[in-house]
């Protein structure tokens, strides 16, 4: 006789957010809102370079990498050459031609995916112990930032059944 | 695909409970679908639905951001309307398929 498995959907995604390119702030921020957009509760952990992502100097300003990613292409699919990704304005031009593809795709700045997120219920946090690393204050911060705490504090935010963990 | 009763009238609709067929809608229909969602339907929400609609015949990709800049209702204001799953829920209730976007 098979056991009929009860349905247990997701109920709270907890995204921990440590890195500061592009690709890696709209990945944590695309998970949280998709978390929002199906009521599921979420939660956003941002520390080292993530702080770039709720910096309100940096938020907009945010570029991929084009010295050795090995995952960069030119359009067309041929390798993008490291030499050429170090030529100054490459950087800057690579990151934004992937601003505007988003922008295509109707995905938002990060302040306004921030203000999209936050209206859905979600919370930001920031790492305390980056913040003290990078020498930034609550002020240098995005006003959807509730509060600077700590990993253990964040744990503590992460309990309850069916909530999941997401380092990025 | 089967045919469910909704208000008297018989309508197409997918496992997931979305109409299949637009043109079968009507507000009476909205109604029983925000009641099976749990929304006492207003005319805020019909505003949305008829949104929705519009945008789906021009055929143009729905996302929550778009919605938000309609002018008919904020992000913050979609959200207590259809909690939850605010694209998904006002989708089903305007009776158009389930949206694709994962903004």
Redesign the interface.
Known sequence: MVEKKEKKPLKKVCIICAKGAIEDVYASL?MA??A????IEAKLFFTFFGLDAITKKKMNRLHTGTVGNPAMTMPGGIPFPTLLGMLPGVEAGVSAMMKKQMED????PVD?FL??IT???GEIYACKLATDMFKLKKEDLSEHVIDIITIGDFYALAGGDNTQIIFT | MTTKNIAGISVDVNEEGYMTNPSQWTEAIAKELAKEEDIELTDEHLKVAKYLREEHEKGTVLTVRKVGKSGLVDIKGLYKLFPGGPLKKSSKIAGIPKPTSCV
């Open positions: 695309v809102n998709g929002v957009m199906e009521g795709l109707d995905i938002p306004e203000d999209m209206a859905g219920g």
